[in-house]
């Protein structure tokens, strides 16, 4: 450090020396006192606290804060304890810097939680006659009930996962004879119980990935516990985890197979964790010293919402999970009941009585989260997932398969999906119809889109039209070099699985080829799926269930976490 000149002031007062003496000595005291991970990163969360910035917030009726928020789309969905106003919230965030409630419902009684699937809005609520309730939001501005179910016994409803066919609820504590988890079938007009699980405590959080159901519970010795749903009637317990404080856990979500929970304040014990998802074993944990209430983990992130109001969003760096570290905090004079991520920007449901909702800046600078680049440099990162009938929509009556399942879930404005797919298409020259197209059709209208990477996803009808594997593995090489030649990134599906639920040799050797030859660069579409679970009557169409499946296999190779 270069030394100041003081010209003909070289003498400095006896109290600016003792000011120094304090603070180096407070300094000293922290660095001495404080947990390893703080004390490397004082010079971090000082520069970090400021790319997290307050950008807007609106005041709700009534100062009885938020209990929870979900944002899809241009909309975030707010619960609220009961009021004298409403208890449900649907607010316009398209215009980021003026946010405006622009639906509600009155409910009289306190929501919990809030999860947003197929424009239905489904509620975990304290109501002892309607603890869950299906909300139609596909009006923002008049959300609709058009389905309830009460659950076993009086116990609040405290969590709510919705995906499409399947919603997931947990419930407070019952020391009786209830469960505290349950499984419910929404894809008739009412609501069906399918089955239930007793967790032995609060079920503060969920989070469903495939059959499996990861539950953040209150429950003194498995405060997270991993569910399989194969048979929903009757879900197993495959692995639970026990922290070594008694707090509860308060939610988690899945990632890249690893779980990161957060807990309620346990003085001197960890109060987040990085556990393996398949089998619960804790990779590493973390004392952020506060009592933390939900998390978003995205760009090697976690941020923590807590109900510290100097510190209501704490930053946790896991790029390496095994070694997470605290990285900067954000305080809003509030405590944070839930939060939600998109496009660079965090909702918040707060306990401010004149804030109770809240948009920050992420101040997040660099590119997307996805593995491949922006070759053009337009801004605009563009995949193009090219297929045949399994890919390919056809609206109004089918709008989603897991190309569009792939774009929810990076939910990046930057970030454009293309769908160009075709029912009969095939990897090699098309043979049976010229109607049907090809592989060699799509690359061409993918490159003439400004395409940044292309997924192709075929196979199935190079099989029925007796396609041989080398001619199948011949035909991808063929892409691949027409995309390399335009600079384009590439990556290669699996063949769809099975044929009605038999093994089928050539396609077995499809696959093979297509990962030994495109390591690294391969969406595994094949194993995993059950044909009962996953697929349409015929055996080899993916049902709605089958098509989410494949959106999050596209999602985790395709983007950063």
């Not at 095939?426 to 059709?441: E, G, R, S």
Request: glycine share 8%.
């Amino acid at each position: 450090m270069k030394k100041k000149s003081y010209g003909k002031f070289p003498m400095v007062k006896v109290e600016f020396l003792l000011f120094l003496v304090v603070v180096i000595g407070a300094l000293g005291y922290m660095l001495f006192t404080y947990p390893l991970n703080f004390r490397t990163s004082i010079a971090s969360l000082v520069q970090a606290q400021s790319s997290l910035s307050l950008l807007a917030t609106l005041d709700l009726p009534t100062q009885i804060g938020t209990t929870d928020i979900s944002v899809v789309g241009g909309h975030a969905y707010v619960t609220r304890p009961s009021s004298s106003s409403y208890e449900f919230a649907v607010i316009d965030t398209s215009v980021l810097n003026s946010p405006a409630v622009v639906g509600s419902l009155d409910f009289s009684a306190k929501i919990n939680s809030v999860s947003v699937t197929d424009n239905i809005a489904y509620l975990a609520t304290s109501h002892n006659s309607s603890e869950l309730v299906g909300v139609d939001v596909s009006n923002e501005s008049q959300p609709n009930i058009i389905r309830t179910f009460d659950t076993p016994g009086l116990q609040d409803a405290l969590s709510v996962f919705a995906l499409p066919g399947r919603v997931y609820v947990g419930t407070a504590n019952n020391s009786g004879t209830n469960s505290e988890f349950y499984i419910f079938d929404t894809t008739g007009p009412s609501i069906q119980l399918l089955g239930s699980f007793d967790a032995g405590g609060s079920v503060n959080g969920i989070y469903v990935k495939d059959n499996d159901a990861y539950l953040a519970t209150s429950n003194g010795t498995r405060e997270i516990v991993k569910l399989d749903m194969t048979n929903p009637a009757n879900p197993a317990v495959v692995a639970s985890f026990n922290a070594p404080s008694a707090a509860a856990a308060n939610n988690l979500t899945v990632l890249l197979g690893k779980v990161y929970a957060v807990f309620n304040n346990s003085s001197a014990n960890n109060d987040f964790y990085v556990l393996d998802a398949g089998t619960l074993n804790m990779v590493s944990g973390l004392n952020l010293g506060s009592a933390n209430t939900d998390l978003v983990v995205t760009g090697g992130r976690a941020y923590v919402s807590t109900k510290t109001t100097s510190a209501s969003i704490k930053v946790v760096n896991v790029l390496n999970p095994a070694n997470p570290t605290y990285e900067a905090l954000l305080g809003l004079s509030s405590s944070v009941e839930g939060i939600s991520f998109a496009n660079g920007f965090f909702f918040l449901a707060s306990n401010h009585n004149t804030q109770e909702f809240m948009i920050v800046d992420a101040g997040i600078s660099n590119p997307p989260s996805v593995v491949f680049n922006d070759i053009n440099g337009d801004g605009i990162w563009r995949i193009a997932c090219l297929g045949d009938s399994n890919t390919q929509t056809v609206p109004p009556i089918i709008t989603k398969k897991w190309c569009e399942h792939l774009s929810d879930t990076i939910n990046d404005s930057r970030v454009q999906v293309v769908n160009i797919s075709h029912a009969g298409a095939t990897v090699t020259h098309q043979q049976n119809n010229p109607d049907w197209q090809d592989a060699y059709l799509h690359v061409d209208l993918a490159l003439q889109q400004n395409i940044d990477a292309l997924v192709l996803a075929y196979g199935t009808n190079d099989h029925f039209q007796g396609r041989s594997p080398q001619e199948v593995i011949d035909a991808y090489l063929t892409h691949e070099q027409t995309a390399l030649a335009a600079g384009v990134n590439q990556y290669f599906v699996a063949t769809t699985p099975d044929i009605q639920g038999k093994l089928v040799p050539r396609i077995l050797l499809y696959n093979d080829l297509i990962r030994n030859t495109f390591s690294g660069r391969f969406l595994e579409f094949h194993s995993g799926f059950i044909l009962e679970e996953h697929f349409n009557a015929d055996g080899y169409h993916f049902n709605a269930a089958g098509q989410i499946l494949r959106g999050q296999r596209a999602f985790e190779a395709i983007a950063i976490q």
